[in-house]
T-cell receptor, first 117, second 112 residues
Framework: KAGVTQTPRYLIKTRGQQVTLSCSPISGHRSVSWYQQTPGQGLQFLFE???????NKGNFPGRFSGRQFSNSRSEMNVSTLELGDSALYLC????????????????FGNGTRLTVT | DAKTTQPPSMDCAEGRAANLPCNHS???????VYWYRQIHSQGPQYIIHGLKNNETNEMASLIITEDRKSSTLILPHATLRDTAVYYC?????????????FGPGTRLSVLP
């Protein structure tokens, strides 16, 4: 079974631009979560989607947004990029949301490394 | 904030067992313990999880104390490829994934 796929793998953007990152979950997984990882703050939760609805949201400004499609694929968008948005953005999928799978672990992709100049 | 405490770093000789401790003294009855590891420039890799019984899979064993206030991840025969940051996480079982809170983890160095 294929793992979580994130595209692109690397991205370089300029301050003020916007960016869209894509995530394809493991087949059968309908829960998708996004995390930001920086050297200073570590791994921080952005948001989680299930059945095209945002279920949980972390403490990030409104410039960070996401969505999920009917096929469970997800995108996240960052508008008006700032230098501090440079990070590894990780997507994870899970069976959570299906009855009896509330303790299912997250399975992560290898991330998109975003550099803002 | 993370609900777990782990040593910042550990060394282990190649071929020996690596025992990584984790304290979660405020864990509640419905919270599971999860272990992940992250090798540089890759996403975190799921290793194992458990509630109160010891668990074993092809990667590792998880030993949870009877009072559930601490646990140990055991890599039975560490190899150089096991060098990584290991994260111990507790979270509540819920209808959805709910957010996993990652602390700084333990940086394990497997030495030749």
């Amino acid at each position: 079974k294929a793992g979580v796929t994130q595209t692109p793998r690397y991205l370089i953007k300029t301050r003020g631009q916007q960016v869209t990152l894509s995530c394809s979950p493991i087949s059968g997984h309908r829960s998708v979560s996004w995390y930001q990882q920086t050297p200073g703050q570590g791994l921080q939760f952005l948001f989680e989607y299930f059945s095209e609805t945002q279920r949980n949201k972390g403490n990030f400004p409104g410039r960070f947004s996401g969505r999920q499609f009917s096929n469970s694929r997800s995108e996240m968008n960052v508008s008006t990029l700032e230098l501090g948005d440079s990070a590894l953005y990780l997507c994870a999928s899970s069976l959570a949301g299906w009855r009896g799978h509330g303790n299912s672990p997250l399975h992560f992709g290898n991330g998109t490394r975003l550099t803002v100049t | 904030d993370a609900k777990t405490t782990q040593p910042p770093s550990m060394d282990c000789a190649e071929g020996r067992a690596a025992n990584l401790p984790c304290n979660h003294s405020t864990i509640s009855g419905n919270e599971y313990v999860y272990w992940y590891r992250q090798i540089h420039s890759q996403g975190p890799q799921y290793i194992i999880h458990g509630l109160k019984n010891n668990e074993t899979n092809e990667m590792a064993s998880l030993i949870i104390t009877e009072d559930r206030k601490s646990s140990t991840l055991i890599l039975p025969h560490a190899t150089l490829r096991d060098t990584a940051v290991y994260y111990c996480i507790v979270r509540v079982r819920g209808n959805y994934g709910q957010n996993f809170v990652f602390g700084p983890g333990t940086r394990l160095s497997v030495l030749p």
